[in-house]
């Protein structure tokens, strides 16, 4: 099973549109558009699955649960590689050479407690990606960077830890 090597996402204002953009362990590279509504659907799952970590879940308090999720986004943050540029090499592209512009979201839950984000088009394929606290973290911090550039009125950075506190206190189980 490959695994994600690179991410990049960047707003395009000629589309309105951010460019998602992976690359495979096994030379493969995908791309997705991602639109301001599919962005609003996107990302309470993620702040679902940030919110239903057994680090957040063992704290009962709002406060608590707030101070370990800032604490593991700025650690991702941090630990973020920015440096490297993104790999434009000839790779294949099992989706096709253009953007797949994603319409539908997902979680699979598997039994031995990895989670997968499927994120898919209208009709047609998409992927699915198997989530780790750091991807998951990483995904949310280039999310909150391209949306600060797309001027959409979407304040991701404010909303991430209000939104994953009370979503951690509510319902942290049931993710989809």
Not at 36 to 46: A, D, G, M, Q, S
Not at 159 to 164: D, F, H, K, R
Request: glycine share 4%; hydrophobic share 40%; net charge positive.
């Amino acid at each position: 099973m490959s695994q994600i090597s690179q991410i990049q996402m960047i707003f395009q204002p000629l589309e309105d549109r951010i460019l998602l953009r992976l690359n495979t362990t096994d030379s493969s590279s995908f791309q997705f558009w991602l639109t301001r509504r599919y962005l609003k659907l996107l990302w309470p799952v993620l702040i679902k699955m940030l919110a239903s970590d057994r680090q957040v879940t063992v704290h009962k308090t709002v406060q608590a649960k707030k101070e370990v999720l800032s604490f593991q986004h700025q650690q991702v943050a941090q630990k973020m590689d920015y440096s490297q540029k993104f790999e434009e090499q000839s790779r294949s592209q099992p989706l096709g050479p253009e953007p797949i512009l994603l319409s539908r979201v997902s979680v699979k839950n598997k039994p031995d407690g990895t989670r997968i984000l499927c994120i898919q088009p209208e009709q047609g394929q998409g992927i699915d990606l198997a989530m780790d606290q750091t991807l998951l973290h990483s995904i949310c911090k280039l999310l909150q960077d391209a949306t600060g550039k797309a001027d959409w009125g979407l304040d991701l950075d404010k909303s991430l830890m209000t939104a994953t506190a009370s979503e951690a206190v509510s319902d942290s189980r049931a993710l989809n």
